[in-house]
Structures are given as structure tokens and as C-alpha cells.
């Protein structure tokens, strides 16, 4: 078994919450530096960035799962992961059809650009991309899922936009692949005041808005290679693969 570096929740400039200095060159510029071995890209309610984070990733030596964080009725955000560009299409259609058109303002949330691998910008996304979607987080869990993608819920005991702030607990029975906890708080002293969600599978990750927080925090996979199959292994604890919290 190998050992990898894993930041799974990183925001580009396709988020309005990300710097402009945050494009796919400098995120993978930064991550080498880091010694970041997986990257998870996590715009808000949008995937677009995710094919060219995938190649760029590629060209480094840098495995990249391609993503959103998705914003539900409820304003829960949860992280979904997808293998294929076909899952991302998909799944980018069931968040454009779910999205509550409300337009950006870029003076007071900041800029949603689309860029090449270059920096130039392609597109400007209209409406607000961290709007809550009208679909709750079980329909949003269960798209993810009949896609073939991983389902975590963020940032679960922060204070707000997670599933404690929101609802007050975890429901019992989501079916969720693991469950990220704020880099503020060690898995030890949440599951001390949480003992109901010890048998979940635990991450943490730095949601890197700015080029220096990349890397910031990580998790560890202990698995065979880089790559889907063996991150979805380690996220169940499967055949000796699994996740540990530096």
C-alpha cells in the first residue's frame, strides 16, 4: 500500500468565494509545492472546471477528482465526486435545472469566470452559483449516487451551510461515503461529542479559496494507486485500503 496527500476541497475562480488568482494552472502549480498528491475540485454548483483540472492535474503528476460542492434546499453543502467527463455533463445538467436563477452581482460576491489553461477567461456565469439548488440533500444524494459519483457532506460541525447548523445532527441513515469535518477540530474530540457517527469514514481538507491555504490541511489515503475505484475502497475501509487524519 501507498500513501497519498489528499486536499479534497478546493474552490477555483469559477467560484465567486475564490480568489482570482485561484485558475487550474495556479491550483496545480500551488498543490505541487504542497506535495498534494490528490485533488478534489469543488466549485460551488458547478463542475466546469473539472476536465481541464483532471489534464492539468495529469500533466503533474497529480490525481484530480472532479466535483462540485453543491448547495441544497436546505443550504447544506455537500461534495460530490464523478470518474468521467459523461458524469460531470450529467450531473452539470441536473444543477443547471435545479439552480434558482438569481443573477451575480460581482461587486459584492465576486466574479464566476470559466478559464482555459492559460488564464484566459472563456465565460462569465450569470446567475449566483452559491444559491441553495431546489432539490433537498436525499435527492442530491441519490442523482450523485445513480451516477456512480461519492457523496460527502462538508464541513459538518462548522456553523453554518452543514449538516449540524442546518438540521441539528446527522440523520441517521444518509448515505453518505464519508463525512468532512472542519479543519478546526480533531476527529478525537468531535467523535467525543458525536460517539453516534464513529462508524463513518472521516476526512478533512483545507476548502482553499486562496493559493497558500491549498494543502493547509489533508487527509491521508492508504491505498494501492491514485485513482477512483481506490479512493471509493478507501473511503468504505475495503481490502485494506483506508483514510487517516494526520
Known sequence: MNDYRADLHIHSVLSPCGDLDMSPRNIISHAV?????????????????????????????IFVLTGAEVTTREEVHCLAFFETDRQLHLFQEFLDASLI????????????????????????????????????????????????????????NRGINSLISQLGFVPEGIKADALEISRHTGKKEFLGDNPYLSDFTFLQNSDAH?????????????MEEASFNEIKMALAGKNGRRVVLP
Do not use: W
Open 33 to 61: 509545492e504542497k506535495q498534494i498528491d490528490i485533488l478534489g475540485i469543488t466549485d460551488h454548483n458547478s463542475t466546469r472546471h473539472g476536465p481541464l483540472m483532471r489534464r492539468l492535474g495529469k500533466e503533474k503528476g
Open 210 to 222: 486562496f493559493p497558500g491555504d491549498i494543502g493547509r490541511v489533508f487527509s491521508m489515503f492508504r
Open 101 to 156: 436563477p438569481f443573477r451575480n452581482d460581482p461587486q459584492r460576491f465576486g466574479h464566476q469566470v470559466v478559464v482555459d489553461e492559460n488564464d484566459n477567461i472563456l465565460d462569465e456565469v450569470e446567475n449566483l452559483l452559491v444559491y441553495a439548488i431546489d432539490r433537498d440533500i436525499d435527492q442530491v444524494e441519490e442523482m450523485v449516487h445513480s451516477l456512480g459519483g461519492l457523496f460527502i457532506p462538508a464541513h459538518i
